[in-house]
């Protein structure tokens, strides 16, 4: 039965990747949630603002907020993102035997679902549960593309970093699955160019224009009356967010750029451990029946990464940033696995020692961090 193990230990992986997740969330409920926590509770009260969605949704249910909301709405949209990305799995490539060390590697990476875990809270499991939920649904008429728009809109207000993080994987799995797979004729076009429009005139509004317009004092004042427990006032250390500029944001990465520079060489050596699904994922976008295909996936590669680099210099939440990145990158494959194919692309391999290893450290790594790695 050992031998059988480690000749094919994925099943095994899987369920030490579950505990991992239990492991990690009894660790993260026991850390005050500073950021995630504010967040419920700034709506617009005071007006357009910046990073007000989530909170004044909140709002509409309760006067008073809890600390323990921050943990139940994200552990209640974890788990969302997780049934959500099983359903993916299973519409593009079926569980089975040979499809598993694919799911380990995608869903067991400590990029993904173990460092949502691990932030808890934080908005970017938003930006990937949205992606999904355009991969799962009907992409044929003006419909997807309005709805495409909306969540990116949705994903804006809630904090308009999501530009950069995830809206270019939208506007990839838009083009991909509505525009090369059905008619790309002019009003088409016109319109999803119009909505991407739209969303970039929300993010530069929500940048420049959405400062909290009040003293400091005065905002922290109000916060202190939605909190359940006005006590905890050193859950409300980071009010200064809405009324940092973008120069400060830049400045205080640029500040921070030799510290943080040091943990380039562990982000590459986790991307390493992912080769497997990279081989998988080239052969894939080399296997695609069209070279128009095969260009543009490429070209979309490069702009979301492009996208991530223009995040780092901006902002310095890098463990956040590479985690996300690699997502995006987990949902462009599925994206390219919709494409027409000339042949299928082999799989993982079950049985390759060599994988086994990789898929047993990256099971073992239970997050990649926020700001420096772990």
Request: glycine share 6%; aromatic share 14%; with cysteine.
């Amino acid at each position: 039965m050992i031998a059988r193990i480690r000749q094919n230990p994925w099943r095994l992986l899987l369920a030490i990747n579950a505990v991992v997740v239990v492991g990690v969330f009894v660790h993260k409920i026991q850390l005050p949630p500073y950021v995630p926590y504010i967040h419920l509770l700034v709506d617009y009260h005071f007006g357009f603002i910046k990073r007000a969605l989530i909170g004044a949704v909140v709002a509409l249910f309760t006067a008073k907020v809890p600390v323990w909301l921050v943990f139940a709405i994200g552990g209640a949209t974890w788990l969302v993102t997780l049934g959500l990305y099983a359903r993916l799995f299973q519409k593009t490539f079926g569980f089975t035997v040979k499809t598993l060390p694919l799911f380990v590697f995608i869903a067991g990476s400590p990029f993904f679902l173990k460092n949502f875990m691990h932030t808890l809270g934080h908005f970017d499991i938003y930006g990937c549960a949205l992606a999904i939920v355009l991969l799962l649904m009907p992409a044929g008429s003006l419909l997807f593309v309005a709805t495409a728009a909306l969540f990116s809109v949705i994903l804006v207000l809630i904090h308009h970093i999501h530009l950069l993080m995830y809206v270019p994987t939208i506007v990839t799995i838009v083009v991909v699955r509505h525009y090369l797979a059905f008619d790309c004729n002019r009003s088409n076009v016109a319109f999803g160019i119009v909505a991407l429009g739209l969303v970039s005139v929300l993010f530069f509004a929500a940048q420049f224009l959405g400062t909290m317009p009040i003293p400091e004092a005065d905002f922290v004042a109000y916060l202190e009356a939605r909190m359940a427990d006005p006590a905890r006032t050193d859950l409300l250390q980071f009010a200064y967010i809405w009324y940092q500029p973008l120069a400060k944001e830049i400045s205080d990465t640029w500040g921070r750029l030799p510290h943080n520079i040091l943990g380039v060489p562990v982000f590459a050596l986790l991307i390493w451990l992912h080769t497997p699904l990279w081989r998988f994922f080239a052969s894939l976008i080399g296997a695609l029946a069209s070279e128009t295909h095969r260009r543009l996936v490429i070209a979309a590669l490069i702009g979301v990464s492009l996208a991530y680099l223009v995040m780092f210099a901006m902002v310095f939440d890098y463990s956040r940033w590479i985690s996300n990145w690699a997502v995006c990158m987990f949902l462009v494959l599925h994206v390219v696995k919709m494409l027409p194919a000339a042949r299928d692309a082999a799989l993982i391999p079950a049985e390759d020692q060599k994988t086994n290893i990789f898929g047993l450290i990256l099971t073992l790594i239970p997050r990649v961090g926020i700001v420096r790695p772990f």
